[in-house]
Nanobody, 113 residues
């Protein structure tokens, strides 16, 4: 099973960006899917995750700005990021869980002030 993240890049503060993660391989869909982010020299932190039932949880620092969604197959999920701030600059990693965690390769998000 492989996870492919896409959608990162450079955006100005206040702008929006959408990240997507697509799973390929022999997987019947994940029970939970989400995103972490990491800044060099800092610990990885959870951004958001969603269950196959559609229940989403968000970190306090993205409440009201980010929205996670998934498709019905639970093999593709997205993170819509609005009102981006320079503090959101990080490498974003997608993950899926079904019996174990699977990780994507990470995509860089840079928010300029």
């Amino acid at each position: 099973v492989q996870l492919q993240a896409s959608g990162g890049g450079l955006v100005q503060a206040g702008g929006s960006m959408r990240l997507s993660c697509e799973a390929s391989g022999r997987i019947l869909g994940f029970n939970r899917m989400g995103w972490y982010r990491q800044v060099p020299g800092k610990q990885r932190e959870s951004v958001a995750y969603i269950s196959s039932g559609g229940i989403a949880e968000y970190a306090d620092f993205v409440q009201g700005r980010f929205s996670i969604s998934r498709d019905r197959s639970d093999n593709t999920w997205s993170l819509q990021m609005n009102s981006l701030e320079p503090e959101d600059t990080a490498v974003y990693y997608c993950w899926g869980f079904r019996g174990r965690h699977y990780w994507g390769q990470g995509t860089q998000v840079t928010v300029s002030s």
